[in-house]
């Protein structure tokens, strides 16, 4: 249980120092990608599930990559 609490600290302190660090080597954290891209991601979810019920499970396939990791951490 220690372990795990150790664990937790780490990786909150980790967050930490880089939100502070990545303005200073030029970046910047995008913190309303994922409120900007719910309605996107919901409509796709919505799609795929309609397109899941008319295919059956054998052939749907479905894109569903909602995130995009070079949208939240973004050049300045």
Sequence with gaps: ???LIKLV???AGIAVVA???????????NTNY???SK??????LNQCTKELIEQ?????KCDFDC???K???KKQ
């Design 34 to 36: 994922f409120n900007e």
């Design 39 to 44: 309605e996107a991601c919901q409509e796709r």
């Design 71 to 73: 949208l939240i951490i």
């Design 67 to 69: 995130v995009d990791p």
């Design 1 to 3: 249980m220690f372990h």
């Design 19 to 29: 939100y502070f660090a990545l303005p200073y080597f030029g970046y910047e954290l």
């Design 56 to 60: 059956g499970t054998k052939n749907a």
């Design 9 to 11: 600290v780490w990786v």
